[in-house]
């Protein structure tokens, strides 16, 4: 349980579970998985059965408390998570990301600390660096874009 | 599944990925282990979630321990009967039962023995039951089990994974009225649940059920996505086509009962708005849209008719995507400048009262959806810029720009040129 209780936080967190709902998420996820009928086969397979769990029971949640469902096409985050992050607990494309982060520098590298690390808005973000809202988006569009483009390169080269 | 979609999921796995690796997001998680441990272990642990997604079936050698709500019911017939569809039935005829004054339905004063079920006399004979004549207590084991039974059903409603268009616009609307509608008249009501309980009995004998009941099965089971409810839903045609409404009959269609395709077809070929005292059916979206996102050219007059008659209604939005698959791309745009530019109007008039933020929301959403329809994703929705916080203000262009971006770059495909238009509409 301990190889996967992180890998399951993060998918659940990845489709818009709130941090504060999460671990119990993870909590149900696991009780609802050792309920079931499953045999152990490997690791991979494992981990795709908790996902399907964690997902129906976050929707259910959602459902429950009448909140919109994720915005996310389910079938393409469940895609993107097992081509991406699915090998190894998700190392490799953190290890990846880290990598690319290195070499965004100066203003962007400051955006992306303030809205991620610090958890800002745009708003907020504007003022602490003299910009404008749109500046902000613009700089944070773009480091995205070349964060993106680095660390699936890297995962496929 | 589009690339749209996939490059939205991989945008999102990075910026997941951005706060795990610059906020700490996963760092303090903490062990769970010995908490599902100590839950598993103990004995009033929660029961096992009977819609938990079923193991891949190359892993699952044992058949599965009969889920609680299988076990609740001891009744012979099909287990699958949602209790909510019960309660909604139930409803329907609780005038019967203790609102004869109710001029609705004294018409039906009539209605079969059967209506009220032989669960009624059992009720009469089990002093834990409670008869018509006094009202029950709330508090009573019985009310108490019917409720957690009804609300597990109604938890399996909400599990209904939605499978394709535009049935799922329609049972989004069905399930979210007998789900609110049934559970909180029996909350409000507990008089009533004797009856819940005997329009399980009457609907396990369909056969005997009236019509205006048997509609109401037909439309519960219409969410139901097991192959029993498939299944029954083609023998109830057989016995009376008349209880399905156009809805049904297309969400059947959608999951390709081929005399259901055929009869959505002939629909098609027979409705004509146009013609004198030809009424317009507030589900005719359904068939209409069925046969647009299939190329059939003769949504075309229904469609158009429905864009005239609701113009201020959000199903001639969607009637205007249905209009777009059929080739009239001008007519869609039309429609979302239209709603784009009363937006604008809206936020450009001032500051806006709580009444009128809902409203924009609204709007909002429901463009959202009708762009998620015409790209033909399933279960798509708009996703706002990360730092909307979900409150239209004038002055804040921001979301609505993205709206009127997006449903731009639909046509176009140009996200670069589009983002440069946005930036530039922003700045001004």
Request: charged share 30%; net charge negative; hydrophobic share 40%.
């Amino acid at each position: 349980m301990r190889e996967h209780q992180g890998p399951v936080r993060s998918f659940l967190r990845y489709l818009g579970c709130p941090r504060s709902e999460a671990d119990d998420q993870v909590q149900e996820t696991f009780l609802t998985f050792l309920d079931a009928t499953f045999v152990l086969r490997d690791e991979r397979s494992t981990a795709r059965y908790l996902r399907s769990i964690a997902r129906h029971r976050f929707l259910k949640s959602l459902r429950r408390l009448d909140r919109e469902p994720p915005s996310l096409d389910l079938e393409a985050a469940e895609d993107a998570w097992r081509d991406l992050r699915e090998d190894d607990s998700g190392r490799p494309y953190m290890d990846a990301l880290l990598k690319c982060l290195e070499g965004i520098r100066g203003r962007a590298r400051q955006a992306l600390d303030l809205r991620y690390g610090g958890g800002l808005g745009r708003t907020d973000i504007a003022t602490k660096m003299a910009l404008s809202e749109s500046g902000v988006h613009s700089i944070l569009v773009r480091a995205r874009r070349r964060l993106r483009e680095c660390v699936e390169g890297r995962l496929q080269g | 599944m589009t690339d749209s979609n996939q490059d939205r999921s991989r945008q999102r796995l990075l910026e997941h990925a951005l706060y795990e690796a610059l906020g700490g997001d996963a760092q303090d998680a903490p062990d769970l282990a010995s908490k599902v441990r100590a839950a598993w272990e103990s004995e009033d642990r929660a029961p096992s979630d009977p819609d938990a997604p079923a193991p891949p079936a190359a892993q699952a050698p044992a058949p599965s321990a009969p889920t609680p709500s299988a076990q609740a019911s001891s009744t012979p017939g099909p287990r699958w009967i949602p209790w909510a569809a019960a309660a909604a039935i139930a409803l329907t005829g609780t005038s019967f039962w203790w609102g004869q004054d109710d001029p609705d339905t004294a018409d039906i004063a009539d209605a079969p023995e059967v209506a009220r079920g032989p669960a009624a006399s059992d009720a009469a004979a089990d002093p834990t039951l409670v008869s018509s004549d006094s009202d029950p207590d709330a508090s009573s084991p019985l009310t108490a089990e019917l409720i957690a039974r009804a609300e597990t059903v109604a938890q399996q409603l909400d599990e209904i994974s939605f499978e394709g268009m535009p049935a799922e616009f329609v049972r989004e609307m069905i399930e979210k009225t007998y789900r609110e509608g049934a559970l909180a008249e029996l909350r409000r009501t507990p008089r009533i649940w004797p009856s819940v309980q005997a329009s399980v009995d009457g609907l396990l004998e369909p056969k005997r059920m009236p019509l205006y009941a048997r509609r109401d099965l037909v439309q519960a089971l219409a969410l139901d996505p097991s192959e029993a409810a498939f299944k029954s839903l083609r023998s109830l045609w057989i016995e009376q086509p008349e209880a399905f409404s156009i809805e049904a009959v297309v969400a059947m269609a959608e999951r390709g009962a081929f005399e259901f395709e055929r009869e959505v077809d002939a629909w098609l070929g027979s409705f004509r708005p146009e013609a004198p005292g030809e009424s317009l059916p507030g589900d005719a979206l359904s068939g209409a849209l069925y046969g647009a996102l299939r190329g059939d050219e003769r949504a075309l007059p229904i469609l158009k008719a429905m864009v005239k008659a609701n113009l201020a209604d959000d199903r001639a939005l969607l009637a205007s995507v249905g209009l777009a698959r059929l080739g009239r791309r001008a007519d869609w745009l039309d429609r979302v400048e239209s709603d784009v530019a009363t937006l604008r109007a809206q936020l450009d008039a001032g500051p806006l009262s709580s009444r009128e933020q809902d409203e924009v929301a609204r709007r909002i959403d429901a463009l959202s959806y009708a762009m998620a329809l015409y790209e033909g994703m399933r279960m798509e929705r708009f996703e706002p810029t990360d730092e909307w916080d979900g409150v239209p203000r004038a002055g804040d262009p921001g979301h609505w720009l993205d709206v009127y971006g997006a449903a731009r770059a639909v046509e176009t495909r140009d996200r670069a040129a589009l983002s440069a238009e946005l930036e530039a509409l922003v700045d001004r």
